[in-house]
């Protein structure tokens, strides 16, 4: 087989479609907002296929929580999707700054994906603040973006 211009053209638009689709699969970006987080399926998350609400929470922050979407874009980069210890459609802060698991499905509400977001950015907060981890205070404040998302996208 002779290798010619067109194979070598097909190879490479094959290739850079793929990687553009992967790109987009396993990252969040916005860039008007200066905003890109990675996203990291574990085993579960591959089989559920749940990037889509991981993205789609995170937009409906953009909108019901402005300040909660910008510290969300401005100290997490890593948002690691599987099963963690706050269990399934929970979420999971282990310590390591700018980075949050969180475990929930494609067809998810997605009011409490974006609440358990918030829930662990707040712990993250309180790791990049030294302060000690508060359940009750992330409980209020996910409480409190649930409500707002509710207000904002009515059922």
């Not at 553009?20 to 996203?39: Q, R």
């Not at 459609?89 to 998810?108: A, M």
């Not at 609440?115 to 707040?122: K, R, V």
């Amino acid at each position: 087989m002779t290798i010619t211009l067109k194979h070598i053209l097909l190879t490479i638009l094959t290739v850079l479609v793929i990687g553009v689709s992967l790109f987009s699969y396993f990252t969040y970006v916005d860039t008007d907002a200066k905003c890109m987080i990675t996203l990291r399926p574990g085993l579960m998350s591959l089989m559920e296929f749940s990037q889509g609400n991981v993205k789609t929470g995170i937009r409906a922050l953009k909108y019901a929580e402005p300040t909660v979407y910008s510290s969300l874009c401005k100290n997490i980069s890593t948002i690691r999707i599987d099963m963690g210890c706050g269990g399934w459609q929970g979420g999971c802060h282990y310590h390591k700054q700018g980075e949050i698991t969180l475990s929930t499905t494609h067809s998810e509400f997605l009011g409490w994906t974006a609440a358990i977001i918030g829930h662990e950015l707040c712990h993250d907060t309180q790791l990049r603040e030294g302060r000690a981890f508060s359940e009750d205070e992330c409980y209020a404040f996910d409480s409190a973006i649930l409500h707002s998302l509710v207000d904002v996208y009515p059922q």
